[in-house]
């Protein structure tokens, strides 16, 4: 066996941690048009007025959260300077949380003294929304809740009750705004008319990232996180320019940044070149692969194996009969009878969902019939990586 042990490097990195997700820059770049609307919408919190409620929206990694803790930051240490004005933030992520009784069961027990929580069953609906406008009433001043991932509350009471509570008379001494924060863009279409307008008083779009506003994310980073004159002329313009090409995700952009100069740091070099980023791109692809696909049936899997075989012959776009020859080519040697075309088109049609395919319509008029054909979406290298590693064979 190989002799292991370690060493600290000291190299490439000075602050790794400010390209982890928790790191909070404490300017933000690249949002002013953004900030300028969030600022106003909330504008009548500082003038001692009952908020607005807000709701923002935007893709993933766009800037939604750190806009909001920054905002409310300022917010709260400007708030101390006026006279009489008492704000309080709340701010709850509802991911897994599900319903509006399980929300507003987390706002009563973020509210309350650790020793009087209340559980997650056990209470009628109306006695929860009871408790929550008793709390709320008993810390008065201006009270602002922030909702991420709203969402995910699959009912609309809650969303009905809490914007409209003090004009309903179920609070009286507080002034309440509520934030909704949102990635899912249809998500304002769903609601009954009466939520969304109330929850959606002011409404802030979040844009996805172009390249320049990435660079600008990414060099407020360098600064930070690597030592002086390490990355190599290019990388970062690289990073942002696959981030802005990708998704215009910040979070991902910043994890090309990381990984590439973890690349780096394992070949024991003094600095990061794009050739790191290219090998970095393809690690987070077949990542992605992986956990896209990973609990996928094994057939789904070989209708993508087939597809990349066809990519590597260079013969993609491919229409979905011609997908499926080399599938039951893969399915013979693998011994099991192949599923329908219609299961091959809908794998096909969620490998699409996944970002790991793009799917485009081909109509050649009365003649040439309606159909579909199909491209890989990442490099041929990262899919057969990601695949060999879940079907434990060579792709
Ligand atoms: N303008 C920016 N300047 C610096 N860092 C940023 C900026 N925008 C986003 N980030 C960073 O990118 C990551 C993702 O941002 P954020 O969580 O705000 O996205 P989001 O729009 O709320 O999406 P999600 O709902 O997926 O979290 C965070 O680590 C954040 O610090």
Same mark, same amino acid.
């Given at each position: 066996?190989?002799?292991?042990?370690?060493?600290?490097?000291?190299?490439?990195?000075?602050?790794?941690?400010?390209?982890?997700?928790?790191?909070?820059?404490?300017?933000?770049?690249?949002?002013?048009?953004?900030?300028?609307?969030?600022?106003?919408?909330?504008?009548?919190?500082?003038?001692?007025?009952?908020?607005?409620?807000?709701?923002?929206?935007?893709?993933?990694?766009?800037?939604?959260?750190?806009?909001?803790?920054? =905002? /409310?930051?300022? !917010?709260? $240490?400007?708030?101390?300077?006026? &006279?009489?004005?008492?704000?309080?933030?709340?701010? %709850?992520?509802?991911?897994?949380?599900?319903?509006?009784?399980?929300?507003?069961?987390?706002?009563?027990?973020?509210?309350?003294?650790?020793?009087?929580?209340?559980?997650?069953?056990?209470?009628?609906?109306?006695?929860?929304?009871?408790?929550?406008?008793?709390?709320?009433?008993?810390?008065?001043?201006?009270?602002?809740?922030?909702?991420?991932?709203?969402?995910?509350?699959?009912?609309?009471? =809650? /969303?009905?009750? !809490?914007? $409209?509570?003090?004009?309903?008379? &179920?609070?009286?001494?507080?002034?309440?705004?509520? %934030?909704?924060?949102?990635?899912?863009?249809?998500?304002?279409?769903?609601?009954?008319?009466?939520?969304?307008?109330?929850?959606?008083?002011?409404?802030?779009?979040?844009?996805?990232?172009?390249?320049?506003?990435?660079?600008?994310?990414?060099?407020?980073?360098?600064?930070?996180?690597?030592?002086?004159?390490?990355?190599?002329?290019?990388?970062?313009?690289?990073?942002?320019?696959?981030?802005?090409?990708?998704?215009?995700?910040? $979070?991902?952009?910043?994890?090309?940044?990381?990984?590439?100069?973890?690349?780096?740091?394992?070949?024991?070099?003094?600095?990061?070149?794009?050739?790191?980023?290219?090998?970095?791109?393809?690690?987070?692809?077949?990542?992605?692969?992986?956990?896209?696909?990973?609990?996928?049936?094994?057939?789904?899997?070989?209708?993508?194996?087939?597809?990349?075989?066809?990519?590597?012959?260079?013969?993609?776009?491919?229409?979905?009969?011609?997908?499926?020859?080399?599938?039951?080519?893969?399915?013979?040697?693998?011994?099991?009878?192949?599923?329908?075309?219609?299961?091959?088109?809908?794998?096909?049609?969620?490998?699409?969902?996944?970002?790991?395919?793009?799917?485009?319509?081909?109509?050649?008029?009365?003649?040439?019939?309606?159909?579909?054909?199909?491209?890989?979406?990442?490099?041929?290298?990262?899919?057969?990586?990601?695949?060999?590693?879940?079907?434990?064979?060579?792709?």
């Amino acid at each position: 066996m190989a002799e292991f042990g370690f060493q600290p490097t000291g190299n490439i990195f000075r602050e790794r941690e400010a390209l982890l997700e928790e790191w909070t820059p404490d300017e933000l770049v690249g949002r002013d048009e953004e900030l300028r609307q969030y600022h106003a919408a909330l504008q009548p919190v500082i003038e001692g007025e009952t908020p607005s409620n807000i709701f923002l929206y935007g893709k993933s990694g766009v800037g939604k959260t750190a806009a909001t803790r920054f =905002l /409310l930051e300022l !917010l709260e $240490r400007d708030s101390r300077g006026v &006279d009489g004005l008492d704000l309080h933030t709340i701010e %709850i992520n509802c991911d897994g949380l599900n319903s509006s009784y399980q929300t507003a069961v987390t706002l009563v027990n973020e509210l309350r003294d650790p020793r009087q929580q209340i559980s997650n069953t056990g209470y009628p609906q109306a006695s929860v929304y009871e408790f929550l406008f008793e709390e709320l009433d008993k810390l008065g001043g201006t009270i602002l809740i922030v909702l991420d991932e709203v969402d995910h509350i699959q009912d609309d009471s =809650l /969303l009905y009750k !809490l914007p $409209r509570a003090r004009s309903n008379g &179920d609070i009286e001494e507080a002034r309440l705004g509520v %934030i909704g924060i949102s990635n899912d863009l249809n998500f304002q279409d769903q609601l009954n008319s009466k939520v969304r307008s109330s929850l959606c008083e002011k409404r802030v779009s979040f844009s996805a990232y172009n390249a320049n506003e990435l660079c600008e994310v990414l060099r407020q980073r360098e600064s930070v996180a690597f030592e002086d004159g390490v990355l190599d002329n290019g990388v970062i313009q690289m990073c942002a320019a696959y981030g802005a090409k990708d998704s215009g995700d910040a $979070r991902q952009a910043l994890d090309l940044l990381l990984e590439s100069g973890d690349i780096a740091r394992e070949h024991n070099v003094e600095m990061v070149t794009e050739a790191h980023v290219q090998k970095a791109r393809e690690r987070l692809q077949r990542d992605q692969i992986i956990e896209g696909i990973r609990n996928y049936s094994r057939h789904g899997q070989l209708v993508l194996w087939a597809l990349t075989l066809l990519a590597e012959e260079g013969k993609t776009p491919a229409r979905t009969r011609e997908v499926r020859q080399p599938y039951e080519v893969l399915c013979e040697k693998e011994m099991s009878n192949p599923v329908s075309d219609r299961a091959v088109r809908e794998y096909l049609a969620e490998l699409e969902t996944l970002g790991i395919i793009s799917s485009n319509q081909i109509n050649r008029g009365k003649s040439g019939g309606k159909y579909k054909e199909h491209e890989l979406e990442q490099s041929v290298a990262s899919v057969k990586a990601g695949l060999s590693e879940l079907l434990d064979t060579e792709a």
